[in-house]
Nanobody
């Protein structure tokens, strides 16, 4: 069993920044991830950003240039720095990892509103 705990969400004005953190109970860095997903109101869950043990980073087109994923493998943590936030970034952000099977955190709410 791998536990994933997200933190760092909150209410922010458009143009603001937030830094999400995901703390894992085991090493979650491999060829697949870890991965940040989000689900906005009335929307399907979508991949936001992914990093791998090899250092590869992938982003959704909608967040490129604004979001940065990073990791601290020694601490089993993955971060998502979110800058220039927009109302359409509102949603629940989830950390996910594959360690024999999919694991998910409980999510952290991000609300971007004036």
């Amino acid at each position: 069993q791998v536990q994933l705990v997200e933190s760092g969400g909150g209410l922010v004005q458009p143009g603001g920044s937030l830094r999400l953190s995901c703390e894992a109970s085991a090493d979650i860095f491999n060829a697949v991830g870890p991965i940040w997903y989000r689900q906005g109101p009335g929307k399907k869950r979508e991949l936001v950003a992914r990093t791998t043990a090899a250092g590869r980073r992938d982003y959704a087109d909608s967040v490129k240039g604004r979001f940065t994923i990073s990791g601290d493998r020694a601490k089993n943590r993955v971060y998502l720095q979110m800058n220039n936030l927009k109302p359409e970034d509102t949603g629940v952000y989830y950390c996910s990892a594959w360690v024999g099977r999919d694991y998910w955190g409980q999510g952290t709410q991000v609300t971007v509103s004036a």
